[in-house]
């Protein structure tokens, strides 16, 4: 994805070395983006008490597989009935889901239980047979009545990248709507000398998802992960790739 600095405001935090590009869905266009995921989903809270009220009580920490493909159906004759979800299509490669609320995938989710169950985080990587490219897969979820999705579950682990005076090095990018930060470039720092002395298992690679730091999530959005790896000191980084 080109993010243009000038519509996106796009600046360098000086103290990480960390360069945010902040994408408002009003700029997707513009960011060489996806279109946003459908306008009918609702906005939610990814709040424990607000996920069990669109999802019943499942188990989202329930194991499960890696890759699975999911069927489900709007209501006949309501094809305008929104999915519930918010979608994070940041990389414009996969529709990663950042938070469900009430409608067809909560439902889904509620009739297969656990082990099957569409998570926060999850990646959507098809659409009714097609991988791509993006607008195909958004205008599916937009309109089709029939969804037959691919789905993966990102692989979490969690570095600790030590203190230091050096800035971290990567440049990430972000979506409001978002809960996580895309890695989009590693630069000399704190992030290359880890990778030099870490296994391939841990080290972070381009395209990786930052979705806390020290212990904090982005539950309010973004920005609560941008400061904190704001500093010098020591992190705690939990991240996500697909595999």
Known sequence: ATCLPSVCGSRLLESTMLLLCRCDQADWTACDFAPPQPSSAQPVDTSAERAHAATGDLDFDAPGPTSWQVSMRRPPGLPDVGLGVHL???????????????????????????????????????????????????????????????????????????????????????????????????????????????????????????????????????????????GAGRKEVELLRVE
């Open 88 to 230: 994070d299509l940041a990389d414009a490669k996969h529709a990663w889901i950042a938070s469900i609320g009430s409608g067809v995938v909560a439902d889904y989710s509620k009739s297969v239980g656990d082990r099957l169950a569409l998570r926060q985080h999850d990646v959507i990587t098809a659409v009714n047979g097609d991988g791509g490219p993006m607008d195909l897969l958004v205008e599916h979820l937009q309109t089709a009545q029939v969804l037959n999705l691919q789905v993966q579950r990102p692989r979490r682990w969690s570095v600790t990248i030590p203190e230091g005076e050096a800035p971290l090095g990567v440049k990430v990018i972000y979506v409001a709507t978002g809960k996580t930060l895309l890695v989009t470039d590693i630069l000399e720092g704190r992030v290359a000398t880890f990778n030099r002395t870490s296994s391939t298992d841990e080290e972070i690679r381009l395209g990786d998802r930052v979705v806390s730091v020290d212990g904090k999530q982005a539950l309010e959005g973004p920005q609560v992960l941008i400061e904190a790896l704001a």
